[in-house]
């Protein structure tokens, strides 16, 4: 079945430094894949989507580009904020079940 | 302003009740999910509906049921048969789960927490 893999958290940086999430992901077919966003005690914000191959979503500063060679969809993003402090998960839809499917959720940390 | 609404944000239960959680969009969205989070983890497949009047068990459907009478509604009943029900629910709906190419985004609620008592 389909499964998605992301880097164990938490992660910790200073503010302004530079953030990669890792995410790879293993589906049949061409999934659409995505990157949520939760802050403490909230529901899950869509940060940004690719749904073909090389394309590249982005939102907020955030990027991320769809690989299938590698299939991966790391979250990158040049200078972090205290506010970017929350849980990311990265997720996917297959080509059989619509439902999403998600890793386990990578919590960053940014500290002044 | 268009939405998912969640209620109640807090739920407590005592063992052997079973409970309703409500879910409400005004997306006019087709499909409609329940997912479950437990501490520290990715988030679970309980239920989902592509469209009225039908829905599938997910991953985890074991001590839940479902309803989808409206396109707009997706109510959860979390039953006594639900061994471990502490969780935090979240709803999400999509507008269309057959296709590709964005209109699979699925968007959510603010989720209800669940306490048994």
């Known amino acids: 079945g389909d499964s998605v893999t992301q880097m164990e958290g938490p992660v910790t940086l200073s503010e302004e430094a530079f953030l990669t999430i890792n995410c790879t992901y293993t589906a049949t077919g061409y999934p659409s894949l995505f990157w949520y966003v939760q802050y403490p005690g909230e529901g899950l914000q869509l940060l940004l989507k690719?749904?073909?191959?090389?394309d590249k979503g982005s939102n907020k500063g955030f990027e991320a580009t769809y690989r299938k060679e590698t299939t991966s969809f790391h979250l990158e993003k040049g200078s972090v904020q205290v506010s970017d402090s929350a849980v990311y998960f990265c997720?996917?839809?297959?080509?059989?079940?619509?439902?999403?499917?998600f890793g386990s959720g990578t919590r960053l940390q940014v500290q002044p | 302003d268009g939405g998912i609404t969640q209620s109640p944000k807090y739920l407590f239960r005592k063992e052997g009740q079973n409970v309703t959680l409500s879910c409400e969009q005004n997306l006019n969205h087709d499909a409609m999910y329940w997912y479950r989070q437990d501490p520290g983890q990715g988030l679970r497949l309980i239920y989902y509906s592509q469209i009225v009047n039908d829905f599938q068990k997910g991953d985890i459907a074991e001590g839940y049921s479902v309803s989808r009478e409206k396109k707009e509604s997706f109510p959860l009943t979390v039953t006594s048969a639900q061994k471990n029900p502490t969780a935090f629910y979240l709803c999400?709906?999509?507008?269309?789960?057959?296709?590709?190419?964005?209109?699979?985004?699925?968007?959510f609620g603010p989720g209800t927490r669940l306490t048994v008592l």
């Open positions: 997720a996917l839809t297959g080509t059989g079940r619509r439902a999403l499917t």
């Open positions: 690719a749904t073909k191959a090389d």
């Open positions: 999400a709906s999509s507008i269309d789960p057959g296709t590709s190419g964005g209109r699979d985004t699925q968007y």
